[in-house]
Each structure stands twice: as structure tokens, then as C-alpha cells.
T-cell receptor, first 114, second 113 residues
Framework: EAGVVQSPRYKIIEKKQPVAFWCNPI?????LYWYRQNLGQGPELLIR????????DSQLPKDRFSAERLKGVDSTLKIQPAELGDSAVYLC????????????FGPGTRLTVT | DAKTTQPPSMDCAEGRAANLPCNHS???????VYWYRQIHSQGPQYIIH???NNETNEMASLIITEDRKSSTLILPHATLRDTAVYYC??????????????FGTGTRLQVTL
């Protein structure tokens, strides 16, 4: 069984440029999460989807970050415009509804903003 | 969710048991203890969870004290591949997604030859 797929694995952009990350969750997982992980810190939740609905986006900086999960399967996280402080690893995870304690994470996208 | 306290780092010799402590003195009655680990350049991986009874699976054992204020994750025979950051998380509920996972800074376990 394939795990959570994320692309790209690495991205280097200049500040003020846009960037997008893509995630394909494990088949059958209705719940999808986006996390951000700063160096030396644990992951922090940005947004959680139940199917197509964003049910927790309280930690998403909505002035520059957006996310979508149009068909309830794969998802895209976008930053526009990027700032130097956005440099981090962006992790996608998925789980079965009702088993949110057992999340399966992808390898992440390492973003460097210069 | 209750806050957890873990040592920043630990060492363990390969083949020996690794015992990773976690303090959660403010845990509530409906909060579970979860453990995840993150190997370098990978996403976190679920290990085990429990409420008040000791739990064991193919990866590890979880020992929760009777007062539930602390717990220990035990890797019975650590290998080099167990080198990772281990996160102890306290979260309300065993099902559903109402309560998110809040990761701290974890314990960096280094397994050595």
C-alpha cells in the first residue's frame, strides 16, 4: 500500500514569490492534515480536512496561506507571497475518520525562502 | 490538552532496552497518552497509545503510572534504526478528530553501537 505522497520534496524560492505543495493521502483516508515544522520543533497543525471540508483552519495564516481539497482526495497548500519566516518543512498527513490519533505522515516538503 | 515534559536527549546502546520518560502531571481523566517518533528526514510515525493500562504492540510497550501523571515508552531491544525524535502527546479522546495532535520538542534518542 502506498503511503502519503508529497511533492515536491524540496523547493527554494525568493521571498515574495508564490509556492504550492501537493499531497495525495492514503487511499480511503477521509481526514487530511497539513502541518508546518520549523527547525528543532515538533510539527504544528495548519489545517485539517474532513473530506472536502476544512474543519480546523484556526492556525492557518489566512493572509498569505490557502489550501484546497476539491474532490476530497488530494490537496494543495499555497503560500503567496512567501516570506523568509516561511522556511520550514511542510508535512501532509492522513487518517481514517474516527482514528485521528493514528495519522500517517508523508516525507514533507522542505521550503527554503531566500 | 495537557502539557508534556520530556528530556531533550537520551543515548542507548544497541540491543539494550530504551526507556523514554514523559511527564504529564496535569493530564485529565479523558486524555490518552500517544507516542510518535520521527526519523531524520521523514514524517512522524505513530507508535502506540494508552489510557491507563499498560499497552504493548510490535513496536514498543507503554507503561503508564497508576496516577497517570507520567509514562514510559519502552523499546525492548533498540537498534540503530530506532534513532529518532520521540514525541509524547496527550490528547482527549480515543476516537474522532475533535482534538488535534500537539507535538512538543520531544526526546532525541541516539542508539549507538
Amino acid at each position: 500500500e502506498a503511503g502519503v505522497v508529497q511533492s515536491p520534496r524540496y523547493k527554494i524560492i525568493e521571498k515574495k514569490q508564490p509556492v504550492a505543495f501537493w499531497c495525495n493521502p492514503i487511499s480511503g483516508h477521509n481526514t487530511l492534515y497539513w502541518y508546518r515544522q520549523n527547525l528543532g520543533q515538533g510539527p504544528e497543525l495548519l489545517i485539517r480536512y474532513e473530506n472536502e471540508e476544512a474543519v480546523d483552519d484556526s492556525q492557518l495564516p489566512k493572509d498569505r496561506f490557502s489550501a484546497e481539497r476539491l474532490k476530497g482526495v488530494d490537496s494543495t497548500l499555497k503560500i503567496q507571497p512567501a516570506e523568509l519566516g516561511d522556511s520550514a518543512v511542510y508535512l501532509c498527513a492522513s487518517s481514517f475518520s474516527g482514528r485521528g490519533y493514528e495519522q500517517y505522515f508523508g516525507p514533507g516538503t522542505r521550503l527554503t525562502v531566500t | 490538552d495537557a502539557k508534556t515534559t520530556q528530556p531533550p536527549s537520551m543515548d542507548c546502546a544497541e540491543g539494550r532496552a530504551a526507556n523514554l520518560p514523559c511527564n504529564h502531571s496535569t493530564i485529565s481523566g479523558n486524555e490518552y497518552v500517544y507516542w510518535y517518533r520521527q526519523i531524520h528526514s521523514q514524517g512522524p510515525q505513530y507508535i502506540i497509545h494508552g489510557l491507563k493500562n499498560n499497552e504493548t504492540n510490535e513496536m514498543a510497550s507503554l507503561i503508564i503510572t497508576e496516577d497517570r501523571k507520567s509514562s514510559t515508552l519502552i523499546l525492548p531491544h533498540a537498534t540503530l534504526r530506532d534513532t529518532a525524535v520521540y514525541y509524547c502527546i496527550v490528547r482527549a479522546g480515543d476516537t474522532g478528530t475533535a482534538s488535534k495532535l500537539t507535538f512538543g520538542t520531544g526526546t532525541r534518542l541516539q542508539v549507538t553501537l
